[in-house]
């Protein structure tokens, strides 16, 4: 629901991507400008261009112009990589580094690649420390060296203090924009502090009272200090009960607290108490976010934000390793399958009922690791816990396979008039089902206690363990049995 | 990082849950507990306690009075049921609804089963309309009746406007809790506004500025409002071009606009442009993050958030659908290599050969699966692109299956020393891989098509095809070059 007419956030950012789509398909802009790029890069002179290009050219710059740096990244990841370099031509150079703050990392790759150093350093003159800190590891070494020495002094601590904090710490998360004051003054003097400032930081819903060496005592909420008499001392009106992180806590943990005490910001202290950042809202939700974006695709062993547009050349090598890595477990599940050559030799039935076997197996422990990974997650599994978990993710695999079991050990009667079969499907169906409860159950376990994320590499395991483990039970059965 | 020693948020929620462990665990509190409350159920005379159980007791709730209604929430989350209902006995009733909204559906049924509709309606009347259309849904229809005929004639008006609004719309988030003001006064006259407010509502981060009509027709930020000269006219001040979204608008295109432009509060209109609701960060971040996790759970087919503790029995039947599901598609697979038991009689290691073949399009199609379904979320999918992506997909596709499947015929040939074998299995993988990507693409493209969530279901459908296909191809070729 627009208010005005100008470009900025009055359509969607979809609606933009097309008109911009549009535009660059305009007599054929692209290959123009690709052309003329070209031919610049190689110092000659420019061609003249046509009155008419250089109109859709300069409504195309104005559209970019007028619109938020997070549409125009959104426009430049909707775009293939020719479409995207000229796009990125045209910005503004004072909105690159916003702009790059804003797109996912395989785009800013993109990106990077066709600016040159001095332009990255000018492009981060504008940004603040936290920012150009979530850039530093896509830029060269020698570009962030350069960046370092172009800032001033304090600037500069902040920038060294923001790169020496890992990804998923809440060090990455925080920024200086800090407003404290302190608690011994009245609000009136509070308020006329305020308007010395041309604006307060985004997302500043209440400020950190500090005592006189700059040690958090409380917030205040500016709701309440609108609310409130000009006459009062702050000291009686702040929160001193208040939610606080270190900058080595974990990002997640931190995420939780402001998703249960529904914060917007929240001061970051250093050991001895001193206020020395804070974290907003909307860097806990970009990091849920990508997070979750991330996370899913890690599951499928795509790298973080594959861009959509890139090469198949370079999206063949990002996906290779994870295909030779189910390979490799399909492979042992395979060999498996191969020691039991000669029953099913006799039996051509064993090799097209195991797949069920085993791909049940598959299906009903990724509902146990699923839960299990949450309530890892949520830090709701204990020692007080895991034995009754067991017993219940147990009870349910032998209930399931029991009902399944004899629906499918029934089927295979059915189409092989085998009562023996019949009966070593139901059994290894039920057997498989515990293994997948056991491996569902344990496998994020062990992950999580040697360090590595359960929600990503669980899977594999759990299918390779399901996978050989139904092979083994159903085929060894069969042969005791059967044969 | 604590900066008071009082209960509530000085611990972290882990600790709190470990501590109340501990005191139910002090002389076998609950089933004493248990045991009075079922003695009061059948207004029996309770037992005199002693006075350490008292003690204890009383420990116990005077750390749960202290407590945040989201820490009790976890708490009661992480409890098994007969523990969960005593800790629940003892919340004061006034925080019953409060935790009632924090804790999940599946911990929400468990609750509202030991309490009666009077409790349930007394709990209701310290919500919010909006608050009070979140529990809705699990209520029986008596008693939400009962609660709406509680409400004063505002309320109830809210409420059913919040009732009528589906899960997944802009009217699901919202709350009621708007500040406005007109645009003709001064800096001053609003300030003198909010003076008389005791606290303004959570969240508040700008005033939405309205004509004498309630028509929308800006929001002013409070850190503007905080930093201008009293005499300022507001109507000078205010932001024009803003995000504000219609009752029935997308609510994932809501938590889209608060992610890009770092969004606090937004106002909901009407298709008139009144001002009649607000949705906050903190609905949004919550919505976030509960849609990610019932589709990681709605993926392997589990009910949005199943109780940890839930019984054997009702998680069997929660799973068993699931279950069923993939049987079926298992079978029809199972078959395809029925049809094709003559050849395994004659080649025992086709049967050992062929879930490598269905195995690696599965795991190929789910990568071409979860980027097309990130795409489709961000809505940069497009008649467009569609086809350039096509092509990419296909050509990853051929030369990750010319690299696997050099190397698996090559292995296949070294295991069996049968030179056409290895070639089958080489074009096989090949060919399956090029089922893989054309079914990655369409599966999602088409459920979204048909409306249905394309990260939920996809998978199934995926392996579906590809692990038949996969035997199909395999085997029939083999049929073909090989018998």
Not at 36 to 57: M, T
Not at 164 to 179: H, I, K, Q, R
Request: charged fraction near 25%; include cysteine; charge should be negative.
């Amino acid at each position: 629901m627009p208010l005005s007419d100008t470009e900025s956030r009055s359509s969607s950012p979809q609606e933009h991507l097309h008109a911009v789509y549009g535009l660059l398909a305009k007599q054929r802009l692209v290959e123009k400008l690709v052309q003329r790029r070209d031919e610049e890069d190689s110092s000659k002179p420019a061609p003249v261009e046509s009155l008419v290009d250089e109109a859709n050219l300069v409504e195309l710059q104005r559209r970019l112009d007028g619109l938020h740096p997070a549409d125009v990244a959104y426009i430049l990841e909707g775009l293939p990589l020719p479409e995207r370099l000229v796009v990125w031509g045209l910005v503004r150079s004072d909105r690159d580094g916003d702009i790059l703050l804003e797109v996912s990392d395989a785009v800013r790759d993109t990106l990077l690649a066709d600016m040159d150093s001095a332009e990255i350093v000018a492009a981060a003159r504008n940004l603040d420390a936290d920012e150009i800190a979530d850039l530093a590891p896509d830029l060269p070494d020698e570009v962030v060296q350069d960046i370092i020495e172009a800032q001033d002094a304090q600037e500069r601590a902040r920038l060294q203090a923001a790169l020496s904090y890992p990804e998923g710490s809440v060090g990455a998360l925080m920024d200086f924009e800090v407003v404290s004051i302190r608690e011994d003054v009245t609000c009136e003097v509070a308020l006329r502090y305020l308007r010395r400032f041309d604006e307060l930081p985004g997302q500043t819903d209440a400020l950190f009272v500090v005592d006189r060496a700059d040690h958090l005592r409380g917030v205040l909420p500016l709701k309440r200090l609108l609310v409130s008499d000009p006459e009062v001392e702050i000291a009686t009106l702040l929160d001193r009960d208040i939610v606080s992180f270190l900058p080595d806590s974990d990002a997640d943990e931190a995420a939780q607290a402001f998703e249960r005490y529904d914060l917007v910001s929240a001061p970051v202290v250093s050991t001895d108490g001193r206020v020395i950042a804070r974290v907003t809202v909307d860097a806990v939700l970009d990091f849920v976010r990508e997070r979750q974006e991330s996370q899913e695709f890690a599951k499928v062993g795509l790298r973080e934000e594959e861009d959509l547009f890139s090469s198949v050349w370079s999206s063949a090598k990002n996906r290779a390793p994870w295909l030779a890595l189910n390979l490799c477990t399909a492979f042992v599940a395979s060999r498996v399958v191969g020691a039991f050559e000669g029953s099913i030799e006799k039996l051509a039935a064993l090799a097209a009922l195991m797949p069920i076997v085993s791909g049940i197996g598959g299906n009903s422990g990724n509902q146990t690791t699923t839960l299990i990974v949450r309530s890892l997650a949520l830090d709701q599994m204990s020692a007080m816990n895991a034995r009754r978990l067991l017993a219940k993710e147990l009870g349910i695999s032998v209930l399931n396979g029991a009902l399944w079991g004899g629906v499918l050990g029934f089927v295979a009667w059915l189409l092989y008039r085998n009562v023996a079969l019949g009966g070593v499907m139901a059994l290894a169906m039920m057997l498989n089902l515990v293994v997948a409860a056991l491996a569902g159950l344990f496998i994020p376990l062990a992950m999580e206690r040697f360090g590595r994320d359960p929600a990503i590499g669980s899977s594999v395991f759990l299918t390779f363990v399901t996978d050989s483990m139904g092979f083994f039970i159903f085929l060894g059965l069969a042969t005791l049995v059967l044969l």
